[in-house]
């Protein structure tokens, strides 16, 4: 990875910033939560005892009255007594049915408002039986029967639909009672009645028989509150406006009150939980807030089936006597929780009803979220801030980096080193520091370079003379007596001496060689015929190696001749360097493989051999001067002596590491470049050459 990715990856660390942030601002939510469950625990607990001797709470039933209530709601609407339910779609019903005659099914909804109750009632009946007027009986057909408190019973009955009276029995006689407002329809389900009766009429109870009769007249349903007329008659239950009137003393914006009884039936309520969404800061925020940040809660408990009913847990333990806390999901948003405490109200000991106090979390969230939008404000702009920074230095540092890399890298893959064109770098940091040793490094280099250059001819001069006078000496040992056991060493300080005499003279002839490089003239030569006459020439020189060539087409399939620039005999003694080279590496019966190929610029030759590959090194080092891989090759074995070549024995063999600098010095010369490789397969060696092409076409 690149230094300028892994310093991002690095600045990605920014991101536990923001992240700390949050976590602080969930703690602070945390000890918000816990702050407001206790404020609203010490308030509800507050408003209930204020309740303890409330007279209103004295007469709600108990928890163990067999009785079951009918509740009504209060209103603020008008309803109109039609027999219809245009009036009724946002009360829920409760429903009325008889397991043994169950298709007849009754709904029930029940509404105060002013000093009236109303009644719907919608009766679904497969076969309705209207009044008999002939029948002996008063009471037949399907009818209703009301139960009040003061003990008087209604029947309401008729003979067709439309308005429906209603009788008051007194003994054996009906009395029609003009109090009672009611309606018949019928509708493809059955039939409904709505009614409305005076509260002052009621008297705090009411209960209602709803009577089937079949063709034969026998009663097959009987729906409602009251199993038969001599039960007593339950309670009418509603909210009470005393009650009412005294909570809502406590009323408080986004404080939502209610009193239930011991049958968990709401008898007083108060205040709203408020509009669903905050008015602080912009939604955005608020949304990422509380959609990551923010902690679920379990879900609002579903309401009950039976209308003015509060079956919450909370509720539940309270009539146990145990004060409740608990956290729900606002079922109308999935980003708001509601804190839901009950508390119970105790009156000379006994519980007479039940405090539930509801409360969202929207004021405090309010708090956390102008908290975190600044937070996100101003850590967006630290971290743009910052990234900016970051990214500036990064460009900066990388930039200085890479431009000590490049000036590098052509120091290294040049044989010239221009230390002038090296930067200069006065920074005292760490790369400044590198920059100024790089400098320094290249300059010992080139000094030392130069002193290797200069070195053969400096031994060709300073050594002349004292070999003359060695071998001088030793001539004129060899006039004078010697015993037979020196000549021994006689001879090999005349050995010594000529290759001595050898070595001095090659290093004159690489110095002739690179002066007469550069003063070599050019002229288009075609390569692959060159290449292919010294193929053949090799094959006759070494029968003992086999000596393969491919890529060279015959002459009279070549469309057009390629040519090169060059003077035909560096290129034939680079061939020829090339060639003693893979000579004496190649072992016996081993193949030397010259491949030849043409591009439409430059033409690449790979010269391959078989044998030892080259030792890792010195593989980058093997065109240098004075550079041998026989001596790292026998070195490597554990043995000093060289490998045998074409030298006639009884002439000592010298290698110098001149061949293959004489070869870079020719291809470079040639504007080409060269290269040694191992072969994949490490059987051998592989030297590639690209010299440029010249494209003329000629005819043959």
């Not at 049915?97 to 719907?120: C, F, K, M, N």
Request: glycine share 6%; with cysteine; charged share 20%.
């Amino acid at each position: 990875m690149k230094l300028s990715h892994q310093l991002m990856a690095v600045s990605l660390l920014m991101l536990g910033i923001p992240w700390a942030g949050c976590q602080y601002l969930r703690e602070l939510e945390s000890a918000l939560r816990q702050g407001q469950e206790q404020a609203l625990l010490a308030s509800t607990r507050a408003i209930a005892a204020s309740f303890a001797n409330d007279q209103a709470l004295a007469s709600l039933p108990s928890a163990n009255d067999p009785l079951a209530p009918l509740y009504a709601e209060i209103v603020d609407w008008p309803l109109i007594v039609d027999g219809y339910d245009n009036d009724w779609q946002s009360l829920p019903p409760r429903r009325f049915t008889d397991p043994q005659t169950y298709p007849v099914r009754l709904r029930l909804r029940a509404a105060i408002r002013g000093s009236d109750l109303y009644l719907y009632f919608h009766v679904f009946d497969d076969s309705v039986h209207y009044q008999n007027r002939a029948h002996p009986v008063f009471e037949n057909g399907d009818r209703l029967v009301l139960h009040t408190g003061d003990g008087e019973r209604y029947v309401l009955l008729s003979g067709a639909p439309g308005k429906l009276p209603a009788y008051r029995r007194e003994k054996q006689q009906y009395r029609l009672e003009q109090a009672i407002e009611a309606q018949w329809q019928d509708n493809n389900q059955g039939y409904s009645i709505e009614l409305s009766i005076p509260l002052n009429k009621v008297h705090g109870q009411l209960g209602f028989t709803l009577l089937d009769e079949d063709d034969s007249g026998t009663i097959r349903a009987r729906l409602g509150n009251m199993g038969t007329y001599e039960q007593a008659t339950p309670p009418l239950l509603y909210r009470s406006r005393s009650l009412h009137q005294s909570l809502d003393v406590f009323h408080a914006s986004g404080l939502r009150l209610r009193i239930v009884n011991p049958q968990q039936w709401l008898v007083a309520a108060t205040g709203s939980l408020g509009s669903v969404e905050s008015d602080y800061g912009n939604w955005f925020p608020r949304w990422i807030y509380r959609s990551i940040v923010q902690e679920p809660h379990a879900a609002y408990p579903p309401l009950s089936p039976i209308p003015g009913q509060e079956n919450q847990p909370v509720v539940r333990n309270a009539l146990e006597g145990k004060t409740d806390i608990h956290w729900y999901q606002d079922p109308d948003n999935e980003q708001r929780s509601i804190l839901s405490v009950a508390t119970p109200i105790i009156q000379q000991g006994n519980i007479k009803a039940v405090l539930l106090a509801e409360e969202s979390n929207e004021r405090f969230l309010g708090l956390t979220d102008q908290a975190f939008q600044r937070l996100l404000l101003f850590g967006l702009i630290a971290f743009i801030l910052t990234g900016l920074g970051l990214i500036t230095y990064i460009a900066w540092l990388s930039g200085r980096i890479r431009r000590l890399s490049q000036a590098t890298a052509p120091m290294i893959e040049s044989q010239e080193l221009s230390v002038d064109a090296f930067p200069k770098s006065r920074a005292q940091d760490e790369i400044g520091d590198l920059t100024r040793n790089f400098r320094q490094l290249f300059t010992r280099i080139r000094h030392y370079n130069d002193y290797l250059q200069t070195l053969s001819r400096k031994l060709t001069h300073e050594l002349r003379t004292p070999l003359a006078v060695v071998r001088t000496s030793l001539d004129n040992l060899e006039d004078e007596q010697v015993a037979e056991s020196s000549r021994v060493y006689l001879q090999r300080a005349r050995d010594g001496a000529s290759r001595l005499s050898q070595l001095l003279t090659a290093l004159s002839e690489a110095t002739r060689m690179e002066e007469a490089i550069q003063q070599a003239d050019q002229e288009p030569i075609n390569m692959a015929a060159l290449l292919d006459e010294l193929v053949t020439v090799y094959r006759q020189l070494h029968p003992e190696k086999r000596i393969e060539v491919s890529g060279i087409l015959p002459m009279h399939l070549v469309p057009t001749r390629k040519t090169i620039a060059a003077a035909p005999e560096l290129i034939a003694q680079m061939f020829d360097k090339l060639f003693a080279n893979a000579v004496d590496f190649t072992p016996e019966g081993g193949e030397i493989h010259f491949h030849y190929h043409e591009h439409s610029r430059h033409v690449l030759i790979d010269v391959s051999n078989e044998g030892e590959c080259l030792p890792a090194n010195i593989r980058h080092q093997i065109f240098d001067q004075l550079i041998s891989s026989r001596d790292h090759q026998h070195r490597a074995k554990g043995n000093d002596t060289q490998i045998p070549t074409s030298h006639p024995p009884d002439t000592p063999s010298v290698h110098l590491g001149l061949g293959l600098y004489i070869v870079r010095l020719i291809v470079e010369f040639h504007q080409g470049h060269i290269r040694a490789e191992n072969l994949p397969d490490k059987s051998g060696v592989v030297f590639s050459l690209n010299l440029p092409l010249i494209n003329r076409k000629s005819s043959e």
